[in-house]
């Protein structure tokens, strides 16, 4: 697991998670790019300046900014990625009142997953953000419902390189979560913290995303998992009809 260096340069991280969000989900306006980093409209600015000078990004004909040469090619879907992020959100911020943790949107890719949208709770002590972050799916609760429900050399292309006793651990950890729908991580990503997680049943149209609910491992509890792992499986759900209803935006 990656943590956060103890001496960010809270610049450089603003910067690479524009990029990121960049390749992701296609092109953002200056405004939408500052409301997504948390920063002023001028920084905004400034940070995509520099992003277009180092061909992180490039500005559009409608003055939008998308990814530059460096970032294009071998990024997930950008049309289904932001439709799914606007699709989940609500869902998303529903849970977290009902529940008062964090929840999390995430993508599969590879042998890991990627979040790409987070609701935060308003408890002092909780879950951040993890908006651009990746984990390995194995060890996330949202990759292992998505593992759980993926075909057979997805698994074993993401277990590649784990050593026969964890593989064998996974797998029946997989079988678990097929069985009741969820997947737990207690600790496994991240000491303290503790996530339920449930795979987004979307198809093979649509690139495979699963949500968490993330809490401190203080706050967690056996006897409410079952009733966090209905609550997250129902969101799950939800989202899945919600894509099925929503149009697809027409192609540019």
Not at 22 to 38: H, W
Not at 138 to 145: E, V
Not at 174 to 179: Q, Y
Request: glycine share 8%.
């Amino acid at each position: 697991m990656k943590n956060k260096p103890p001496y960010a340069i809270a610049s450089v991280d603003a910067a690479l998670l524009l990029a990121t969000l960049l390749q992701q989900e296609g092109p953002l306006r200056v405004t939408d790019a500052a409301e997504r980093i948390g920063v002023s409209v001028s920084t905004a600015h400034r940070l995509l300046g520099m992003l277009v000078y180092r061909d992180f990004a490039e500005q559009l004909a409608d003055r939008r900014y998308g990814p530059g040469p460096l970032m294009q090619g071998g990024g997930l879907p950008q049309a289904s990625l932001a439709r799914l992020r606007e699709v989940a959100l609500p869902r998303l911020r529903r849970l977290v009142e009902e529940l008062g943790e964090t929840a999390n949107l995430m993508v599969l890719s590879g042998a890991d997953v990627r979040f790409v949208a987070t609701v935060e709770c308003q408890q002092i002590l909780r879950v951040g953000d993890r908006t651009g972050r990746t984990l390995p799916a194995y060890l996330s609760s949202g990759g292992k419902a998505l593992l759980a429900a993926a075909p057979a050399d997805v698994v074993t292309a993401a277990l590649a390189g784990l050593d026969e006793t964890t593989t064998a651990r996974v797998r029946r950890e997989l079988r678990t979560v097929r069985r009741r729908g969820f997947a737990l991580n207690d600790q496994e990503t991240e000491t303290g913290l503790t996530a339920v997680g449930a795979a987004v049943p979307t198809g093979t149209d649509a690139s495979p995303a699963a949500i968490s609910l993330a809490l401190p491992s203080a706050r967690f509890s056996r006897d409410r998992l079952p009733a966090w792992g209905s609550a997250v499986t129902a969101a799950a759900a939800a989202i899945a009809a919600d894509l099925a209803a929503a149009p697809t935006p027409a192609r540019p």
